[in-house]
């Protein structure tokens, strides 16, 4: 049997580790030969050398045109072809209204909604001329719940939102896909940093009761990525356990 995504190349950004990483796991699982883009390009490289000859590692600050522009035409090059963009690079600032500086706000809506938008517009002028792609937006169940602490990130996530279903509307006819995922607690270093009280408190709002291991956010992204999800544009998947459904 053919793997399910034998043949086609990807991306990951932020992939070094946490969710990105076990994406780009995934997709090299399925036959995808990968890039793992980080701003942290040591980390990305060993990243990649820990998967084998499917993938590569390379530094990339998703907030710069520059570094996105070099990040696709690379990518093309080492491998011929993008099929796949996951746009999943990402930070926090959280804080309260009365104590989130307006640097903790830019700096988070720059590298989600800046960063996607700079990844879509880069990922979609290769796909377009192949007519086939498919590009995966991590947003966030805070993008559709809010959570307090996180006016910036909220925002951001939801802005995901928002600029999915425009690209998807722009790109349908051009044979590409976007979708976006809405995680909802995942263990990761990201989440690791929340106090043991929040995280507990998170997790008890639950249905399922757990938080979530990021390979079942990276099965979803396999299945987006692949012609299982053929008839699937703007869609925005709630991969939470259950909470905020
Ligand atoms: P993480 O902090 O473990 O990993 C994020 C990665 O992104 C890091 O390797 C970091 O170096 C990289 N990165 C940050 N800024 C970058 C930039 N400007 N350019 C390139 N790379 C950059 O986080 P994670 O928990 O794995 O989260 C991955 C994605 O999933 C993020 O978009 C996050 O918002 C989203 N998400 C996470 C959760 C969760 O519970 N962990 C829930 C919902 C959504």
Redesign the pocket.
Known sequence: MTALLEGRAAIV??A?????LAIATALVEHGARVTI????GDKAAAAAAALGGAARGVA????SEESVAALVSGAVEAFGTLDVLVN????TRDASLRKMTLADFQAVIT??LQ?TWLGIRAASEVMREQKRGSIIN?S???GKVGNPGQTNYSAAKAGIVGMTKAAAKELAHHGVRVNAIQ????R????EAMSPEAYAATEATIPMRRAGE?DEIAGVVAFLASDLASYMTGAVLEVSGGRGM
């Open positions: 950004t932020g070094a580790q946490g969710i990105g883009a980080d701003l942290d990339c600050d998703v907030t999943n690079a990402g930070i590298v989600h960063g991590i966030s169940m805070s995680p909802g607690l995942i990761t270093p990201m989440t990021p």
